[in-house]
C-alpha cells in the first residue's frame, strides 16, 4: 500500500487487458483483425493493382508472378479486390455498429430510466423489430430507398443495417440498465439530489461500458455476415466496387473449373467474422466482474 | 406527545402500497401489498428516533418513501415546514442537501466506477457547492478523515475496502453537505460484529459535531436502545408502540414489543423464564384480513381483535401503543391461547 497509490481503475482495466493477452483465442482474433485493418487501410498500396484494372492476358489465372492470388473472370487480380473488399466489410462493421451503439445505447437508457410510455414504446418497437426476419427488412429497405450513385448505396446500405440492428443493442442495454437501477448506489444518488442526466452519464452508463462492448464486438460479425448477405444477393456494394459478399456470388459460375475464386473471399469473410466472435467472447470473460480479485 | 419545539420531520398518515399482479394458473391476480399503512412519525432536530420491526415489516420501505426515493400513495412528510410528499420535483432536489441515507448494504450503495474522493463529494457537486477541482479534492480528503480514513483513500476505489470502510464511505457521503436529517437504513446488520460498534461510535460522534437528526432502521432492539432516545415498534406496516427508549424497554405495553423484547438475547440464564415465545409466523402485507395485524400470532388475542383495528392511542407516559389489552398485557399474566 505505498508506492502502489496507482489509479485503481487502470489497475483494473489493465489487469482485463491482462486476461485477454492470456487468452490464446483473443490474440489470434485481435490479431487477424488487426492485419485486415491494416490491409485495408493500405490497400492502394498493398494491392499493386486499383480493384477494378482488369487484366486480359490473364482471365481465370492461378497464382501467379504479378497475381499473387491469381485473377478472376474478368481479369481483376483477387489480392487486390480481397484487399479492397476488406475497406467494405470493417468500414460497414464498425460504421454500422457505431449508430447502432448510439442509437441503442440511448434508448435502452431511456427506456430503462424513465420507463412507463417510453419503455412500453420501446419494447413494442424492437418486439414488431424482431418478428420481421432483418433481411428482409433491409432489403425492403434498399428497394424502397433506390440508391442513383455509388455513394448513396453505401449509405443505403449503412442505413438498412443500421436500422434492422438497433434493437438488439436496445435491449440489452435496457436489460442491465434496469438490473443497475436497483443498486443503492443509484437510490443514493437520487437521495443526494443528484440531477437525473448526471445519473445517467455517471453512474448508469460506466457500470454498462463492459456489456455493450461485449455485445458490440459480437454484432460486428453479424453486421459484416449481413453486408456479405446483400451484396451476394447483388443489393448491397455495388460494382465495380469489391465486397466479399459479391465476389463470392460472382464466383458461382465457375465453382468446378475455379474453385479458389469462392474459397479465397468466403475463407476472408469466415476469418473475420470469427474473430469478432471469438474476441467477443473473450472481452466477455476478461471483463467479468467475477473475476475481479 | 409533548415536545420541546416543532419537530423537525413530522410524518402523518404515510402510506405506501405496491401494486403486484402475478400469474395464478390462467389468471392474473392483482393484488396490494400495503407495505407502510398509515405510519405517523415525528422527529425533532438533533434527535435519534430508532424505527424497528421484523424483516418485511415496511420500515426500510417507510425510510425511502419519507426521503421519497418511493413516491407515497398518501400521507404527509413535513420536512422543516414544507411537505415532501408533494413539493415538485425541481423543489425537492433542492432540499435534498438537508437530508442524507446511509445503507444496508454497503457493497451496492456505492459505484464501483468511481473513485472514492468522487463518490464522498458528489453531493457537493450535485448541489454547487464546491467551486474547482482542487476544492473538491479538499473537501473530499476531510470528509474521509472525518469517518476514520485516510485522505489518501480518496483516489482508491470502493473493491479495494473492507465493508466496515465503505460503510464509512457511505457515512462520509451521506454527511457531506451537513443535513439536518440522515436515515441509518439498517446501517450496521450487514456487518462483522466487531465493526459494529466502531460505526455505532462514529454516528455518535457526527451527531456531536455536525447536530444532524437520526431515524435510525434497525431490527435489532439491542442496537436501538443504545442509540436512540425514541423508538417506533412497526408490525406489517403500522406502528404498534411508539415512546421515549428507556419507558419502552423498562415496560412494552404491546404484546408484539413484549415478544419482540424477549427475542433479545440475554446472557443471563436465570432471566430466561420470562421469555414470551412469539409463535406463527408473519402473514404477509398482502394477506390481510379485519382486525389487529397482530392477532394471528398474539398471546391475549380476543374476539374484539378479529373484528376492529386497534387505534395507536397516547397512553400516559409519553407513549402510544395499538393494542386494546395495551394495560392488560403489562404486568399481568398473559393468557397463552396462541391462535
Not at chain 1, 420501446?122 to 418478428?131: C, I, N, P, S
Not at chain 1, 465486397?243 to 469466415?270: E, K, N, Q
Not at chain 2, 423498562?250 to 415478544?259: D, N, S
Request: glycine share 8%.
Amino acid at each position: 500500500m505505498t508506492a502502489d497509490a496507482m489509479h485503481a481503475h487502470s489497475a483494473r482495466e489493465r489487469s482485463a487487458v491482462q486476461r485477454l493477452l492470456r487468452n490464446p483465442a483473443a490474440v489470434v482474433s485481435a490479431s487477424v483483425i488487426a492485419a485486415m485493418v491494416i490491409g485495408a487501410a493500405l490497400a492502394p498500396w498493398l494491392a499493386g493493382y486499383s480493384y477494378d484494372a482488369v487484366d486480359r492476358a490473364n482471365v481465370l489465372s492461378g497464382p501467379m508472378a504479378g497475381h499473387l492470388l491469381g485473377t478472376d473472370n474478368q481479369g481483376q487480380d483477387i489480392w487486390a479486390r480481397l484487399l479492397f473488399g476488406a475497406r467494405v466489410s470493417l468500414a460497414i462493421g464498425i460504421i454500422v455498429e457505431a449508430i447502432e451503439v448510439i442509437i441503442g445505447v440511448s434508448l435502452g437508457l431511456l427506456a430503462a430510466y424513465r420507463g412507463g410510455l417510453w419503455d412500453t414504446l420501446l419494447m413494442r418497437v424492437t418486439d414488431a423489430m424482431f418478428a420481421f426476419p432483418d433481411l428482409l427488412f433491409a432489403i425492403l429497405l434498399v428497394g424502397i430507398l433506390r440508391p442513383t450513385s455509388p455513394f448513396a448505396g453505401f449509405l443505403t446500405v449503412f442505413v438498412a443495417l443500421a436500422l434492422v440492428n438497433w434493437p438488439s443493442m436496445a435491449r440489452i442495454v435496457r436489460g442491465q440498465a434496469l438490473a443497475l437501477r436497483e443498486k443503492e448506489f443509484v437510490e443514493a444518488a437520487r437521495a443526494i439530489g443528484v440531477p437525473d442526466r448526471q445519473i445517467i452519464l455517471r453512474h448508469l452508463l460506466p457500470n454498462l461500458l463492459s456489456p455493450i462492448l461485449v455485445a458490440a464486438t459480437v454484432d460486428i460479425a453479424n453486421v459484416v455476415l449481413a453486408e456479405a448477405t446483400l451484396s451476394f444477393l447483388g443489393i448491397g456494394i455495388q460494382p465495380p466496387y469489391p465486397s466479399w459478399g459479391r465476389m463470392i456470388s460472382d464466383s458461382l459460375p465457375y465453382l468446378r473449373s475455379a474453385p479458389m475464386l469462392l474459397v479465397y473471399p468466403a475463407a476472408a469473410l469466415a476469418m473475420l467474422v470469427l474473430s469478432f466472435n471469438f474476441l467477443g467472447d473473450a472481452l466477455r470473460d476478461a471483463l467479468d466482474p467475477r473475476l475481479r480479485r | 406527545m409533548s415536545y420541546p419545539s416543532i419537530p423537525l420531520l413530522s410524518v402523518r398518515g404515510l402510506t405506501k402500497h405496491f401494486h403486484v399482479s402475478r400469474q395464478m394458473g390462467l389468471r392474473h391476480v392483482h393484488e396490494v401489498v400495503r407495505a407502510v399503512d398509515g405510519i405517523d412519525l415525528d422527529v425533532c432536530a438533533g434527535s435519534t428516533v430508532g424505527l424497528v420491526g421484523e424483516s418485511g415489516c415496511g420500515k426500510s420501505t417507510a425510510g425511502r418513501t419519507i426521503l421519497r426515493l418511493l413516491k407515497p400513495t398518501a400521507g404527509s412528510v413535513r420536512f422543516d415546514g414544507s411537505d415532501l410528499a408533494a413539493l415538485p420535483e425541481r423543489d425537492l432536489r433542492k432540499l435534498r442537501r438537508r437530508m442524507g441515507i446511509v445503507f444496508q448494504d454497503p457493497m451496492s450503495a456505492l459505484n464501483p466506477r468511481m473513485s472514492v474522493g468522487d463518490i464522498v463529494s458528489e453531493p457537493l457537486r450535485a448541489h454547487g457547492l464546491v467551486g474547482g477541482r482542487r476544492e473538491q479534492a479538499d473537501r473530499a480528503r476531510a470528509l474521509l478523515e472525518m469517518v476514520g480514513l485516510r485522505g489518501d483513500h480518496a483516489s482508491r476505489y470502493p473493491h479495494e475496502f473492507s465493508g466496515g470502510q465503505r460503510q464509512r464511505i457511505g457515512i462520509a457521503r451521506a454527511i457531506a453537505t451537513e443535513p439536518d436529517l440522515i436515515i441509518l437504513d439498517e446501517p450496521i446488520s450487514a456487518l462483522d460484529l466487531s465493526i459494529r460498534a466502531q460505526i455505532l461510535n462514529l454516528l455518535a460522534d457526527i451527531q456531536d459535531r455536525l447536530g444532524p437528526a437520526y431515524l435510525f432502521i434497525a431490527h435489532d432492539l439491542s442496537v436501538v436502545r443504545h442509540a436512540c432516545s425514541r423508538v417506533a415498534v412497526m408490525y406489517l406496516g403500522v406502528i404498534v408502540e411508539e415512546g421515549p427508549t428507556d419507558a419502552i424497554f423498562a415496560a412494552p405495553m404491546h404484546p408484539y414489543t413484549r415478544a419482540l423484547l424477549a427475542s433479545v438475547p440475554i446472557a443471563d440464564p436465570s432471566r430466561r423464564a420470562h421469555r414470551v415465545p412469539i409463535e406463527g409466523d408473519a402473514p404477509t402485507a398482502a394477506s390481510r384480513h379485519a382486525g389487529c395485524r397482530f392477532r394471528t400470532r398474539c398471546p391475549i388475542a380476543r374476539e374484539r381483535c378479529a373484528a376492529e383495528e386497534p387505534p395507536l392511542e397516547k397512553m400516559a407516559d409519553d407513549r402510544s401503543v395499538a393494542c386494546f389489552f395495551a394495560g392488560a398485557a403489562h404486568g399481568a399474566p398473559s393468557v397463552r391461547e396462541a391462535g
